[in-house]
């Protein structure tokens, strides 16, 4: 079992550029969490997936930043314009509903430069 | 507002001391209380839920809901549980079931 799987691990990117993040969950997981984590915090809920349906997107900056989970397994998680700002590390987590426990993944740590 | 504090944001002890971790959290109902960590190079991982009234590696963490607290203890540090450790609080599924993370409090075991 490989667990939840990110990618890329790395982007450094120029600010004003798009870029994509890709999360694939545990196998049979129909909960889908993206967290933000910037240095010295914990992490921050962006956005709650329940199969492809976003039950909680209240902290998503939907300025610059899109998510979608089509057919309810892999995500990807979006941010156009980046700004310096958004450097920081995003999470992607799985769980089954109604389930405590989230699974991780390593984490995608953006530079915008 | 729920809210979860971790006042410490280093805490480094010697080999075989008492360690103390830590976690207040503001909440109006019954939350769910859980402790993350995070070893060098690794994903973040459950290491203890309040529910579970568990001991997991010499952990415990016992929910104290006059003083809201979940402070988490261990009687002798041992240096592989230097880490990252985060308190998380959960409101139950049906109002939302968001996990909320302290800041996080960095363990180091000293030899």
């Known amino acids: 079992e490989a667990g939840v799987v990110q990618s890329p691990r790395y982007k450094i990117i120029e600010k004003k550029q798009p870029v994509a993040f890709w999360c694939n969950p545990i196998?049979?997981?129909?909960?889908l969490y993206w967290y933000l984590q910037n240095l010295g915090q914990g992490p921050e809920l962006l956005i709650r997936?329940?199969?492809?349906?976003?039950?909680?997107d209240s902290q998503l900056p939907k300025d610059r930043f899109s998510a979608e989970r089509l057919k309810g397994v892999d995500s990807t998680l979006k941010i156009q314009p980046a700004e310096l700002g958004d450097s920081a590390v995003y999470l992607c987590?799985?769980?089954?509903?109604?389930?405590?426990?989230?699974?991780f993944g390593p984490g995608t740590r953006l530079t915008v430069l | 507002a729920q809210r979860v504090t971790q006042p410490e944001k280093l805490l480094s002890v010697f080999k075989g001391a008492p360690v103390e971790l830590k976690c207040n959290y503001s909440?109006?109902?019954?939350?769910?209380l859980f402790w993350y960590v995070q070893y060098s190079r690794q994903r973040l991982q459950l290491l203890l839920r309040?529910?579970s009234r568990e001991s997991i590696k010499g952990f415990t963490a016992d929910l104290n809901k006059g003083e809201t607290s979940f402070h988490l203890k261990k009687p002798f540090a041992q240096e592989e549980d230097s880490a990252m450790y985060y308190c998380?609080?959960?409101?139950?599924?049906?109002?939302?079931?968001?996990?909320?993370f302290g800041q996080g409090t960095e363990l180091s075991v000293k030899p």
């Open positions: 987590a799985s769980s089954l509903i109604g389930v405590n426990e989230q699974f």
């Open positions: 196998s049979g997981h129909n909960t």
């Open positions: 997936y329940e199969n492809e349906e976003a039950v909680d």
């Open positions: 909440y109006s109902g019954s939350p769910e």
């Open positions: 309040h529910i």
């Open positions: 998380a609080l959960r409101a139950p599924h049906n109002q939302g079931g968001k996990l909320i």
